[in-house]
């Protein structure tokens, strides 16, 4: 009897490796399976739950036998998954073959008509040499200090070359280095020369260490409209002056919190000025953190509406064989995860600690963070028969999105991005050719290979990060961020569902969240 049940159940399947078909999952409370095809969660009952995980795990039901049922409760599972298979249509997602994204017949047109944004690097130069800095020459970062200076001709480029090839009515300009304000003037210079643009509504964002604000700057910045100031500043100043410090070894906290207040008290009247606190995670132990937000907290003169973004400190690329999905070094973490206190992402497991309590609210400086990966959860693609394309992942539409100009005028992909081949410059454009080769063509090409076994691959938010070098794709760097990836994601699912049966106000906030 079981026998020709299963064989039903496979004979709707058709797949030759189950275990991409989606995931199993828990919270403390009930059992779920999510179907990769089609988006959907269902709530399942134990017995359910083992079948699914078995199968799933050793690849169809030639390991049925194992699992401590009785005969009469496995057939009743059985069939009531197969009804389910055939009402809901799951367990039947397709063989991933191609992506579906900035399709090579539609990105010339695309990049000369939807281009929404540049990052100008207005400087190599920083006043500080923050000990855990990408810049710095003992982190295993992307960059090297350098002296240039961005001029006032590549600038006005970058600018002309954005406002002419978008048709967007709203645009964005953003200023980074280095420290962007050691160019005050040449903000300024970048700003009037924007103004030009009558039909363009130009919003503008900086990152900042704050520590060179003054009265003129903060009073110049409170007159822009739409504005959002990004301050560098990790927590109270014992533990901020650890690590950020200027050339010559000071603490840099007495200016940059002088620096960040003076900002705010001056742009505080004004609506369309918004501002995030970036903040770096050399130390991570519970009491450390809990000092941190408390800090942070304790500043009532800080906007209510404040991002706060936390990460921790980079150690470069690091090349790693790809072991397949659910290797043993993938089991081992998440077993670990589940083990040992702090192990897997010490400010995720004390942000969501307490997750199960009524009256729970995310801390301050974890909150932005598990916000967006509960959104991706909650804004997921739903249908109900298996979707028949997969994106490229979480990546944007590469020199659409966002284009990052060095100091001298080369075009790159994004600022986050680390070594990866250049996209063209100011003086030529983007080179369309270069972005179909390295950012379409090699990038799927590449990724295809291990994306098509993976259950996790219409919640993945992984971009071209952490797969490139200086000559190319090079997506031996991905395989770790692959593994940690997919443990975010199962993670992450439990955690929205526990938050549905003891917190629904936290998921029904989700419906507002504005990807950026």
């Not at 970058?158 to 978008?166: E, Q, T």
């Not at 600690?353 to 990966?373: G, H, L, M, T, V």
């Not at 994106?391 to 790159?412: D, I, S």
């Not at 090699?442 to 990060?465: R, S, T, V």
Request: charged share 25%.
């Amino acid at each position: 009897m079981i026998d020709n049940i299963i064989e039903k159940i496979e004979s709707v399947i058709h797949c030759t490796n189950f275990s991409r078909l989606g995931r199993c999952f828990r919270t403390r409370k009930n059992y779920y399976f999510y179907d990769l095809g089609t988006g959907k969660v269902f709530q399942v009952n134990k017995v359910t739950f083992d079948i699914l995980n078995n199968m799933l795990n050793y690849n169809g039901f030639s390991h049925i036998d194992e699992i401590n049922y009785s005969e009469s409760e496995k057939m009743s599972a059985l069939e009531e998954l197969y009804d389910v298979i055939i009402k809901e249509n799951i367990l039947q997602a397709p063989e991933l073959t191609e992506f579906i994204g900035p399709q090579i017949s539609e990105l010339d047109e695309f990049l000369r008509s939807k281009r929404k944004q540049i990052t100008l690097e207005l400087t190599e130069k920083c006043n500080m040499r923050c000990k855990y800095c990408i810049y710095h020459e003992n982190q295993g970062g992307y960059r090297r200090f350098g002296n240039a200076d961005m001029t006032f001709d590549i600038a006005k480029k970058a600018i002309d070359d954005l406002v002419i090839n978008s048709g967007e009515e709203t645009i964005h300009v953003t200023f980074y280095g280095g420290e962007p304000l050691l160019k005050f003037n040449l903000i300024k210079n970048c700003i009037d020369y924007c103004k030009n643009f009558k039909d363009k509504k130009i919003s503008y964002a900086i990152t900042t260490n704050c520590t060179l604000v003054t009265k003129e700057i903060a009073e110049y910045f409170s007159k822009l409209k739409n504005l959002h100031i990004t301050a560098s500043l990790d927590g109270p100043k014992d533990i901020n002056d650890k690590y950020r410090v200027y050339i010559n070894g000071k603490g840099t906290f007495k200016d940059a919190i002088a620096g960040l207040k003076l900002l705010v008290d001056m742009c505080r009247h004004e609506n369309s000025i918004t501002f995030g606190i970036n903040c770096v995670l050399p130390e991570h132990d519970i009491s450390t953190l809990e000092k941190i937000d408390n800090f942070f907290s304790s500043l009532e003169w800080l906007p209510e509406n404040v991002i706060f973004t936390s990460s921790f400190v980079s150690s470069g690329e690091r090349e790693m064989d790809y072991m397949g999905v659910d290797s043993e070094i993938e089991k081992e973490i998440m077993e670990n995860s589940k083990k040992i206190k702090g192990y897997f992402d010490p400010l995720y497991e004390w942000a969501t600690s307490d997750i199960n309590k009524s009256e729970f609210a995310f801390r301050n400086i974890a909150k932005d963070n598990i916000i967006k990966d509960l959104a991706l959860i909650h804004k997921r693609h739903l249908f109900h028969h298996p979707m028949k394309f997969y994106y490229m992942n979480g990546c944007c539409v590469p020199g659409a999105r966002r284009v990052y100009v060095t100091a001298k005028g080369e075009y790159l992909i994004c600022e986050k991005l680390g070594e990866a081949p250049s996209i063209g410059d100011v003086y030529s454009g983007l080179d369309i050719e270069k972005i179909k080769k390295h950012y379409v063509n090699d990038y799927c090409n590449e990724a295809l290979k291990y994306c098509k076994d993976c259950w996790a691959i219409h919640l993945c938010g992984m971009c071209y990060m952490n797969c490139y070098d200086k000559n190319g794709i090079h997506i031996s760097y991905r395989h770790s961020h692959c593994i940690m990836n997919r443990i975010y994601i199962e993670k992450n699912l439990s955690l929205y569902h526990e938050l549905l049966e003891n917190n629904p106000k936290i998921i029904e906030g989700l419906n507002d969240y504005v990807f950026t």
